[in-house]
């Protein structure tokens, strides 16, 4: 039998390396999925419950493995369905390659069923690569370029294949006017910028006495170099949200993370520097960087399209953070006047901890937030991945858990898309089957994706060679992030009617799909349910039932934010009582003088 298009497309997904495909089946693409059938399931198709969770799958995929994630869905409603998790992967930078059914060429422009303009659809979230497979001589450039630019532009493509073009028979572009030849592979081009740039970015680095260094996900590559850079230039670190794992938050000079769910030391560290220097972020929240006109500022970012926002920097260096850093070093003077600053940068991050401690041991109705994630840290093993779903979890994510050893982790960043914690966890037991994944979900995250997506783990759960998969959902029976969004910024009361969540039964849910599950209401049960879970054969979820009532302070609540607050409570606000005196008990960890206590101490 003749090779047919769809066979072609999975023959070049095997060529490009690509072993899964997260997907969900449907008409548009019975040609492909017959292809696989042929083709032995190779790449593997990893079946998700939904569109969306597969695409989120994908962006898991290739956050956690470095390779480009694919995503596979049928035309119309499930073409659709993928623009949330590509709009993921374009706000956060992260490859990944879409394959999408569409109507038969004959019937297009007929109102026919699932027919959908995916060109109008696609057109902004797949702008760096878009294209339909109109006849097979198109194939192979154009999976090629859509690998290519996924890859060189970390962002999504999009490829559209026609039902009925799947099923052609392949036919490779000919040496003759109009035909596009292809090959395969890439190599990626370490840019640096020009000496004469880096020599002005080292005059304003060298210049400054207290220097600050802000990393993101663009630093991933050069650890070591963001190492040795802030040690010569004695800096502080803080670290953008997608930059958590960049440095482990075990070195004394690393403040954590930054802006509304960061750390203290890392809003002081900002507030008092002299100098900035960025390397891969774009973190959007200016008002947590220096007052324009305190600190002098040199950033590095391989983009040039998202170079110079956020502050006015002296020097805008284009390049790849590990070569461009590499070429700097040499001329940095060690910051002899920075060990003062230092001490103090160092010595705020130790009083940050000791607080920290103290506010997760508050006592809550029935747990209190924060501690569950504190229990959580002392116990994550050293090669553990780590994903957060967005919500008040995202605060406890950010704050209480210290990355060491090779840890990874990452939530949505820039899209901070609610229900991506489990789809991401999923993506990563694929890219990694020999590690343990950890999702942190809130409870209304757990009931838009992650209840569906337990199935897919059931599903797949013997597949990988360490089965442990733990699923935290805090249950507080609230959307909590907006409720404290709406109390701080809006001054408006809690309005239940938008923000109450049913209580579902987490762990019940898994148990009757075989996995094991574990509800908890009791603080001095946390750590021992943690401690089961990291310790089961195969996946596990845990109800961690938890006051809403607690607050996610922000490093520094302007009085705006506080007075905000109050008057939503005197509104008549349901939980008005409870929050005030969880908001005073949490606030008021900050005053206490250290007891020295260990920040995992658990006496």
Same mark, same amino acid.
């Given at each position: 039998m003749s090779e047919k298009v769809a066979?072609? /497309?999975?023959?070049?997904?095997?060529?490009? #390396?690509? !072993?899964?495909?997260?997907?969900?089946? #449907?008409d548009g693409i019975n040609g492909l999925l017959a292809a696989w059938e042929r083709a032995g399931d190779r790449p593997r198709f990893v079946q998700a419950r939904h569109e969306e969770t597969a695409a989120l799958e994908a962006v898991g995929y290739a956050k956690f493995s470095g390779r480009p994630g694919v995503c596979v869905a049928t035309s119309g409603p499930g073409a659709i369905h993928l623009l949330n998790g590509l709009y993921d992967a374009k706000l956060d930078h992260v490859p990944v390659v879409a394959l999408i059914g569409q109507t038969a060429r004959s019937a297009m422009g007929g109102s026919f069923q699932q027919e959908?303009? +995916?060109?109008?659809?696609?057109?902004? /979230?797949?702008s760096d690569f878009l294209a339909t497979v109109n006849v097979p001589q198109q194939l192979p450039n154009v999976l090629d %370029?859509?690998?290519?630019?996924?890859?060189? %532009?970390?962002?999504?493509?999009?490829?559209i294949i026609p039902g009925d073009v799947q099923d052609l028979p392949y036919e490779a572009p000919g040496h003759a006017h109009g035909m596009v030849p292809s090959s395969l592979g890439w190599s990626p081009a370490a840019a640096v910028p020009s000496e004469e740039a880096l020599e002005r970015a080292a005059e304003v680095l060298n210049s400054g006495t207290k220097v600050a260094m802000l990393v993101g996900q663009g630093a991933a590559g050069a650890a070591a170099e963001v190492r040795e850079t802030a040690e010569r230039l004695r800096a502080g670190v803080a670290k953008a949200l997608l930059g958590k794992d960049v440095l482990p938050d075990t070195l004394p000079y690393v403040t954590g993370s930054i802006a509304l769910l960061g750390t203290r030391p890392?809003?002081?560290l900002m507030r008092d520097c002299d100098t900035l220097l960025t390397v891969g972020s774009s973190m959007p929240y200016s008002e947590f960087l220096p007052e324009p006109g305190k600190a002098r500022g040199v950033q590095l970012d391989a983009d040039p399209h998202m170079a110079g926002m956020r502050y006015p920097y002296e020097v805008n260096l284009t390049g790849d *953070?590990?070569?461009? +850093?590499? %070429? +700097?070093?040499?001329?940095? !003077?060690?910051?002899?006047? #920075?060990? !003062?600053?230092?001490?103090?940068? !160092?010595?705020?991050?130790?009083?940050?901890?000791? $607080?920290?401690?103290?506010?997760a041991r508050v006592a809550a109705d029935p747990v209190n937030p924060e501690y569950v994630a504190h229990c959580l840290d002392p116990l994550l093993p050293d090669d553990a991945i780590v994903t957060a779903d967005s919500g008040s979890v995202a605060n406890w994510y950010a704050r209480h858990l210290r990355t060491r050893g090779s840890m990874r982790g990452s939530l949505s960043g820039t899209l901070a898309t609610m229900g991506s914690a489990v789809p991401y966890a999923i993506g990563a037991?694929?890219?990694?089957?020999? %590690?343990?994944?950890?999702?942190?979900?809130?409870?209304? *995250? $757990?009931?838009?994706?992650g209840l569906a997506e337990l199935i897919t783990a059931a599903k797949y759960r013997h597949e990988w060679a360490d089965p442990r998969l733990v699923v935290a959902a805090w249950n507080n029976r609230d959307l909590n992030q907006v409720t404290w969004e709406m109390r701080a910024m809006g001054g408006s009361p809690q309005f239940v009617p938008s923000q109450g969540l049913p209580d579902v039964p987490y762990a019940a849910f898994a148990e009757s799909l075989g996995l094991a599950g574990r509800r908890v209401t009791d603080p001095a049960e946390v750590t021992d349910a943690w401690r089961w879970a990291l310790d089961a054969d195969g996946p596990v979820v845990l109800d961690f039932v938890t006051d809403p009532s607690v607050p996610p302070i922000p490093p520094h609540a302007s009085w705006e934010q506080l007075e905000a607050t109050a008057k939503s409570l005197l509104k008549g606000d349901t939980a008005r009582g409870h929050v005030m005196k969880q908001g005073f008990k949490a606030k008021v960890q900050e005053f206490l003088p250290g007891r020295g206590e260990k920040p995992h101490d658990e006496g």
């Open positions: 066979d072609h /497309v999975l023959a070049r997904l095997r060529e490009w #390396g690509v !072993e899964y495909v997260h997907g969900y089946p #449907g959908v303009d +995916l060109h109008s659809l696609f057109k902004d /979230v797949a %370029r859509a690998f290519r630019t996924a890859c060189a %532009r970390r962002a999504p493509t999009a490829v890392s809003y002081e *953070a590990r070569a461009t +850093l590499r %070429r +700097l070093l040499p001329l940095l !003077e060690p910051n002899e006047e #920075g060990a !003062e600053w230092l001490g103090a940068v !160092e010595s705020s991050v130790d009083r940050w901890w000791e $607080m920290l401690s103290r506010r037991k694929f890219a990694h089957p020999d %590690r343990p994944v950890i999702a942190l979900v809130g409870d209304g *995250a $757990m009931q838009m994706n």
